[in-house]
């Protein structure tokens, strides 16, 4: 039986916290929407509730860890 070609497998703990853009960037989620939402005013609960862009120098750590994507 042939030995099997060894390649590397996506992370999925990684793969549900980031998404990759068409173009290469990473977005992740923001801190700060789990707990103590009350103290925190409309606006910025608005604000968190978007994606963010990983830094540059993050990026190439997390697109080791999504070989496929």
Partial sequence: ???AIARRK???S?????KVTATGKV????ASRRHLL???SA???????KTAL???TDAKRIL???PFA
């Fill in 54 to 56: 990983v830094h540059k």
């Fill in 27 to 30: 977005l992740r989620a923001q």
């Fill in 1 to 3: 039986m042939p030995k």
């Fill in 10 to 12: 996506t992370k999925k």
């Fill in 64 to 66: 080791e860890n999504l």
């Fill in 14 to 18: 990684v793969a549900k916290r980031f």
């Fill in 38 to 40: 009350a103290s925190k």
């Fill in 43 to 49: 606006k910025r609960k608005r604000q968190l509730a």
